[in-house]
RNA sequence: GGAGUCGUCGCAUAGUUGGUCUAGUGCGCCACAUUGGAAAUGUGGUAUACCGGCAACGGUAUCAAGGGUUCGAAUCCCUUCGACUCCGCCA
């Protein structure tokens, strides 16, 4: 959600954002309902005004019958007016959550994907003197997984890691959540099943209708509740309706907590492996800044992930998602992609995002500004900090031998007991 | 799941026979005074959002949230959410 004065005094800034984020252009509906709610609520307030002198003057007054049938007159008028301007406010409300974050100017300008620019490549693709083999029959040699047990049992979508991938799932994880730690993130376990108006805060989905989240999220069936899909959405709403201490920021975190997404849009993609799938687990790095730090904290969270995968000794690159590609709420995205030998291709592990206040506003998440007093909305930025078991796919396949089995990354192997591989015949 | 208590301005509290409560008090916080400096003390101030206004300022709303009764609701009624205490059940 922008701010509605700076919708009403940078209208074309936001039709522009409108246009190349691909969203439809509610502007000037959104300015001629404005102005009809502050015409609604002038009128209404001073009616009221009126009514409450005459309410303040009943008790003392020796003849009270005329005050209090004035009163009811001005109540039926106000009635009417009141009425409208709750279906203006409604629609308001509507059409703000239709409109856009605007982008930053950096971002590159583009309809899809297909604008998106490399920023940095890092890491060279290991040269296989053997024909590399895709994650599927890595983990089929070593018994890491169960596809058809699980199929059966649980339908599509779904995975079972086993043994020693199992353990260096585990360790992955605890890998990232200790190294963001030690970077002074504050550790939160968070839940999966949440509120709908926990996602709505989010700002992911347009409108104020939450039916349209029906594609992606999974709804508990005779409940108010729903799966969340990144813990993300919980951190951002944990401080929804607060008043922050500038002193406290900015506030770090590393979220981990199972997903679940429907993924109801991909039918047909990523079927086999681990790529995509319905229930998956994730560490998330998320921020809560000053504005004029978000810059600096996407830096720094970008940075973040990007040593993470030097530290898990993949090649990657990171990529500035365009305008069209970066989503609703966004002022810039950045995904940093992992080097993928079976496909020869570079694929998503992670998405950094500076989000602006779009989400405080609609959490309400606020902060006391030293100096000045005054009460401003915080900055929020979200990155991946490593999504399971999509990463492993890339560990694995990137650190294979011709017999099957994976070398572990330096990183991991004290989380491994001191074992440099897995799998294989050993 | 059953029974009960309860949600007030940062914190703690007063206020529940509806009307000087546009919410009192204490603590905290800010400013000023006093002081060599501090403590203590004194005085004043201390919410958020929105509407109108160049501004000073005025107005409206908010006593968990929403709705209702009433000329008028923190106070009465209904619904929802949340907290706590017992009981039951259970990893």
Request: with cysteine; net charge negative.
């Amino acid at each position: 959600m922008l701010d509605i004065k700076f919708i009403r005094e940078n209208p074309d800034i936001v039709r522009n954002a409108c246009r190349v984020k691909n969203f439809p252009d509610v502007v000037d509906e959104l300015l001629m309902t404005d102005a009809r709610v502050r015409e609604l609520k002038t009128i209404t307030q001073t009616m009221t005004a009126e009514k409450n002198k005459i309410s303040r003057e009943i008790p003392s007054a020796t003849d009270k019958a005329p005050l209090i049938q004035r009163s009811k007159e001005i109540s039926d008028e106000i009635a009417n007016d009141m009425a409208e301007l709750a279906t203006a406010e409604e629609k308001l409300n509507d059409l703000m959550h239709r409109v856009p974050q605007i982008p930053a100017a950096s971002a590159p300008i583009g309809a899809d994907d297909t604008a998106n620019t490399v920023v940095k490549t890092v890491g060279t693709p290991r040269k296989f003197d053997f024909t590399p083999r895709p994650q599927w029959d890595l983990l089929d040699m070593n018994n890491w997984w169960m596809p058809e047990k699980i199929a059966n049992t649980c339908g599509t979508r779904v995975y079972a890691l086993c043994g020693e991938l199992a353990e260096l799932e585990l360790a992955v994880q605890t890998y990232v959540i200790q190294k963001l730690i030690g970077k002074g993130f504050k550790y939160i376990d968070c839940p999966s099943i949440t509120k709908p108006q926990t996602i709505f805060n989010a700002g992911h989905f347009i409108g104020s209708d939450m039916s349209v989240m029906n594609n992606d999220v999974f709804m508990l069936t005779d409940t108010d509740r729903c799966l969340a899909g990144t813990s993300e959405i919980i951190m951002n709403s944990l401080f929804a309706g607060e008043i922050l201490p500038e002193s406290e920021l900015p506030l770090k975190f590393a979220g981990f907590s199972p997903c679940f997404r429907r993924e109801a849009g991909a039918a047909g993609r990523d079927t086999r492996g681990l790529v995509r799938v319905h229930q998956f687990k994730k560490v998330e790095q998320f921020i809560f800044c000053r504005p004029e730090d978000s810059d600096e904290m996407h830096e720094l969270l970008l940075n973040n992930l990007c040593e993470i995968m030097v530290d898990l000794e993949l090649p990657y690159r990171v990529i500035a998602n365009s305008t069209g590609d970066m989503g609703f709420n966004k002022v810039k995205m950045n995904d940093v992609e992992a080097w993928i030998p079976s496909e020869g291709t570079y694929r998503e592990l992670g998405s950094c995002s500076s989000i602006g206040t779009f989400q405080a506003r609609r959490t309400n998440t606020r902060f006391r500004e030293n100096g000045t007093n005054e009460v401003k909305f915080v900055a929020t930025l979200n990155n991946t900090g490593i999504a399971l078991p999509r990463a492993l796919v890339p560990i694995i396949e990137n650190h294979q031998n011709p017999d099957g089995s994976v070398n572990i990354p330096k990183c991991l192997q004290p989380l491994m007991g001191g074992r440099t591989k897995i799998g294989g015949s050993h």
